[in-house]
Structures are given as structure tokens and as C-alpha cells.
């Protein structure tokens, strides 16, 4: 009777002991999908320069000027030439109609 009952408590400290284990060990864990991202804000402004730059390309009367545009954040710089200050005006009022434009730093310099 007493042999029974070592044995009985040896295989119960096993059992224990391999429930404990397979207890223990953490579950297989799958990677996490990579988390979705806003664009970097300097591909943003590159986006929003262009597409203030393909406004004026747009327009045949400021398209020969060859008028520079570079963006931070919602707001766009224009530089460069015209021939007169309408033309300058006209470039700034096209790039303030640009969804996204909230303020146009207009460095367009007319020769007349």
C-alpha cells in the first residue's frame, strides 16, 4: 500500500509538473501587421506643390514663366518672374483656389 502511494504521488508531481510547463510556456505569437502611417508631412508638401505647380502650368499666360512653387504644411511659396502685377496677382489667386492652399506667400517678382 505504501509503494502504491509513492507511486501515485510521483506520477501526480509529473503530471503537475508537465501541466505547470505547458502552462508556462507563452503561446506562439504571430508578428503584428505593420501599423498604417501617415504620409511623412514632407511628401505632403511636395504633394501640394505640385499641385499648385500644375495649376500654373495650367494657365497659357503663366506657363512661360516657369514659376517655382515649394510647400510646408497648407502653405505654398511661389517664386520667380512675370512680365507684369496682374500676372503676379493672377498666379496668387490660382494657387489660393487650390484645395488644401490656406495661405500663399506670393515672391513672384513682375518686370513691369
Do not use: H, W
Request: with cysteine; glycine share 8%; aromatic share 2%.
Amino acid at each position: 500500500m505504501t509503494t502504491t502511494i509513492s507511486r501515485l504521488g510521483l506520477i501526480a508531481a509529473l503530471v503537475g509538473s508537465l501541466l505547470a510547463i505547458g502552462c508556462a510556456s507563452a503561446p506562439e505569437q504571430k508578428p503584428a501587421a505593420p501599423a498604417v502611417t501617415e504620409k511623412p508631412a514632407e511628401l505632403k508638401d511636395e504633394a501640394l506643390a505640385a499641385a499648385v505647380q500644375a495649376a500654373l502650368n495650367a494657365d497659357a499666360e503663366l506657363a512661360p514663366f516657369g514659376l517655382k512653387v515649394s510647400g510646408k504644411g497648407k502653405d505654398v511659396t511661389i517664386e520667380g518672374a512675370t512680365d507684369t502685377g496682374e500676372q503676379m496677382a493672377k498666379a496668387g489667386l490660382i494657387a489660393e483656389k487650390v484645395k488644401g492652399v490656406q495661405y500663399v506667400f506670393n515672391n513672384i517678382m513682375p518686370k513691369n
